[in-house]
């Protein structure tokens, strides 16, 4: 069996994408592959109609002796593309097995999933599930059986390995902003970016720089101090400040100049207003965490209603998915993709919740709720299967590499480190 080698270019101003092929020698037969050899395989490349396709490295999900599930990155280009769309594929194949070499020739090849942005036309997405399923098993080199295998292997064993410890969860009744600073407080003087080429210089600063005055660098927040004083907060045209980091914030109206002036210079992106359960902003509590930490704040006492056709209540005066299950008297909280499980609001302890043990009722969550978009968090419902579908897409993007440029700013001169191969 032969496999191709691509060579691709853009020319303009049509920018399309040609693909020329070259024939190589099949592979040498080896009772083992080097990665390298796998690599040299993909992506499988061919013309199918009008369609450009390439179909890269697959991920296999399930093997069965002979025949295996996988999903797949796959780039086509139709007539009616300028540029290559990225999606992916899902299918199940099957493979006539060389029990000596350890080598699979695909002989057939099921596509039951395709995925692409902005191809949403059910007659066209038959259409390039078929064209594929007949395309892929006449192109795709041997594949290395043992390699199939320990790709498997690889992904389950990457997928045990989260802690899900959970962490600091903080309940309050008040409308309230979270500050994490990651770690203790790293404090720089905030210099004058004057030069392009002054590596000691702040590039958030490029006018001129306070008389000593400090900031912390370790957080996406405008904090700042005068050195060795009071600290100060900016966000959403407020100042807020405290003594000490982590202690009681208030909002302040009297700013030293040396630190007003900052606000000026600085875009903040750090928001800090918060929301009231009537969609209104507020000045809220500043809590600030020097360790990952997760905050449920509410509106006052929590007001929860039914989820129609569950047994479920909802939170109704906060942004975050809070539920009560009425059977267990749980609450459960959603938070960053994960689902945390207590008694007491107040109080705790919090536990972590594998999605597949959460309450039946979960599922029930009827489409077009207010809380439909916890459905993509539990299992087995379509909104879960939508988002493994769309986390699948790869992300691209596209550079002209006539015009691209990299900057790096260094605090201080660049320090570089020995990479050590982890030998396990």
Request: hydrophobic letters at 40%.
């Amino acid at each position: 069996m032969k496999t191709t080698l691509m060579r691709t270019t853009t020319s303009t101003p049509g920018k399309r994408m040609t693909i020329a092929f070259v024939a190589v020698a099949a592979l040498a037969v080896s009772a083992t592959y080097t990665e390298q050899q796998i690599e040299d395989q993909w992506p499988v490349v061919f013309v199918s109609g009008n369609d450009q396709v390439q179909v890269f490295t697959p991920q296999p999900e399930k093997i069965d002796g002979d025949h295996f599930s996988a999903r797949f990155a796959v780039a086509i280009q139709r007539p009616s593309d300028a540029d290559p769309i990225f999606g992916a594929v899902w299918g199940n194949g099957v493979l006539a097995i060389d029990r000596i070499t350890r080598l699979g020739e695909l002989t057939s090849f099921t596509v039951t999933d395709v995925r692409f942005p902005g191809v949403d036309d059910a007659a066209e997405q038959e259409r390039i599930k078929k064209m594929l399923g007949s395309e892929l098993p006449k192109h795709t080199a041997p594949v290395a059986i043992d390699w199939l295998i320990a790709s498997l292997e690889s992904e389950q064993q990457g997928t045990a390995t989260y802690q899900n410890d959970p962490p600091e969860i903080i309940y309050t009744e008040k409308p309230s902003v979270l500050v994490y600073i990651d770690g203790e407080p790293q404090y720089t003087a905030v210099t004058a970016n004057t030069k392009t080429d002054d590596r000691s210089a702040d590039p958030n600063y490029p006018v001129a720089a306070p008389h000593d005055v400090e900031r912390v660098v370790n957080t996406p927040f405008l904090l700042v101090r005068p050195k060795n004083g009071a600290h100060y907060l900016y966000g959403s045209g407020m100042w807020f400040t405290s003594k000490e980091i982590t202690g009681k914030w208030v909002r302040t109206y009297d700013v030293p100049k040396d630190i007003s002036a900052i606000a000026a210079q600085v875009d903040s992106t750090s928001a800090i207003a918060a929301t009231k359960a009537d969609g209104s902003t507020t000045t809220p509590e500043i809590v600030v965490r020097t360790k990952p930490a997760v905050l449920l704040d509410l509106d006052g006492a929590p007001n929860f209603q039914p989820l129609p056709n569950t047994a479920l209540l909802y939170a109704t005066n906060t942004d975050d998915d809070l539920f009560l299950d009425v059977a267990s008297q749980d609450n459960y909280l959603l938070a960053s993709g994960r689902w945390f499980a207590t008694r007491t609001l107040k109080t705790g302890p919090w536990r972590f919740v594998p999605a597949d043990q959460l309450p039946a009722e979960f599922a029930k969550i009827p489409e077009g709720s207010a809380k439909d978009g916890a459905l993509a968090h539990v299992p087995g419902t379509a909104a879960a299967r939508e988002a493994v579908r769309d986390a699948s897409i790869p992300q691209t993007a596209k550079i002209d590499r006539r015009t691209a440029a990299l900057t790096v700013t260094y605090d201080g001169d660049p320090q570089f480190e020995r990479i050590h191969r982890n030998a396990s």
